[in-house]
């Protein structure tokens, strides 16, 4: 009997777009082991199909439904004492404990999620190897390449990675080539969303009938951070005053600023504003934009932004940053609005476009629906999915 294929992912293990990923590989009979990228000691809770291998950890919980292996020291404050003694007296202890993993478990295939954690830590595992590694897909996410590219800090090894990785897998077109730019010498993988694909049954159950036109619910993604740029919408809201009576302004996953700012907007503009509470559950998030005529994400570095896809999912019309391949998802002025990413009269134009024109919002909600049947419908991602990791392990085994 031949041996079933073993894949190291190397991710996240907190993350929900890893967590969906990973997801999409279950009843394969494939091995499936995960090493995080970030130890945190954390597994999302929603984490199927893999072995997660920890550096400690404490008492598994209810709600963690993988087989965890690494030392279980039975108590959840002992394993962060350990991890963070780790972290300041041996900074290089995941890389030792990785190439230990690697050297133990042979696997077929190596698959880092990620460029700025796994990559970087994928790429110091293979320095203890050499020409003995096994073949390494290196798939970035977000602004792994378009921004931190560009910085000194980051730059040289981005391009070592490129250099070194077999194959190269992306969310969007734009970092093919910016991937080529850097020196890729790897095969490039087919462009797939880094969250897989949604499940459009569930979806379409939660949004509301209505045509966006007569929707009263604006979305606001509240990330204010190194790439967020939440502050910026909310000054364009507030230029745009006069046209939000009667609608409802609702901010998600804020940072303390942006709650304080987003309460200051309310009061002294008589807007309706709610902020939402944290760790919502995603149905409930998925549900407000199924009932918003408009949703704003703003960042100055990402990939095709899941909250854009959720809005265009849920048939809100998209207000999104240039940084994010919203080019490659939504035609600029029929489908959705692109904007930069800290220009609020920019944004003010954008909203008040899409407040004012109730035809444009309803042609975008029909056209960016057929975009999602055709790209995004989970039923037809996880082949696509599937068929990628075939074809590489098909490679390998012609070695």
Request: overall charge positive.
């Amino acid at each position: 009997m031949a041996k079933r294929p073993t894949i190291l992912l190397v991710a996240i293990a907190g993350s929900i777009h890893a967590t969906r990923w990973i997801n999409q590989l279950e009843g394969l009979g494939w091995d499936l082991h995960l090493f995080p990228s970030l130890d945190w000691g954390t597994v999302h809770p929603e984490m199927r199909a893999v072995r997660v291998h920890q550096s400690v950890y404490g008492r598994r919980g209810p709600e963690v439904q993988v087989p965890q292996s690494g030392f279980n020291v039975g108590s959840h404050y002992l394993a962060w004492v350990l991890r963070r003694y780790l972290q300041l007296r041996h900074p290089a202890y995941r890389t030792w404990q990785l190439s230990r993993l690697i050297a133990k478990l042979k696997p077929d295939i190596i698959h880092s999620i990620e460029f700025q954690a796994a990559g970087y830590l994928v790429l110091e595992a293979k320095r203890q190897f050499g020409d003995r590694f096994p073949p390494w897909i290196a798939s970035i996410w977000g602004s792994d390449i378009s921004l931190f590219g560009r910085v000194a800090a980051h730059r040289a090894r981005i391009e070592q990675i490129l250099a070194e990785c077999d194959y190269f897998g992306s969310e969007c077109e734009r970092d093919i080539g910016l991937a080529r730019a850097r020196g890729l010498r790897g095969a490039v993988l087919p462009v797939l969303p880094a969250g897989g694909g949604f499940d459009l049954e569930a979806a379409r159950a939660l949004r509301s009938p209505e045509p966006a036109s007569r929707r009263r619910v604006i979305m606001v993604k509240g990330y204010q951070t190194w790439a967020g740029r939440a502050m910026v919408a909310l000054r364009a809201l507030a230029r745009c005053a006069e046209l939000l009576r009667g609608y409802q302004v609702v901010v998600y996953s804020p940072s303390d600023d942006v709650k304080l700012a987003a309460e200051l907007l309310g009061v002294d503009h008589g807007i309706d504003v709610r902020v939402l509470p944290p760790a919502l559950p995603h149905a409930e998030i998925l549900g407000y934009h199924g009932r918003a005529r408009v949703s704003i994400g703003l960042s100055i570095g990402d990939g095709p932004s899941v909250s854009m896809l959720e809005a265009m999912t849920m048939g809100s019309f998209p207000i999104q940053s240039d940084t994010s391949c919203a080019c490659e998802w939504v035609v600029d002025g029929q489908s959705g609005l692109i904007v930069p990413p800290e220009d609020s009269e920019a944004v003010e134009r954008a909203l008040r476009a899409a407040l004012t024109d109730d035809a444009l919002v309803d042609r975008a909600m029909e056209a960016n629906w057929a975009v999602v049947c055709d790209r995004l419908d989970q039923t037809t991602v996880r082949p696509r999915v599937v068929e990628m990791y075939e074809r590489v392990l098909e490679k390998v085994r012609q070695r």
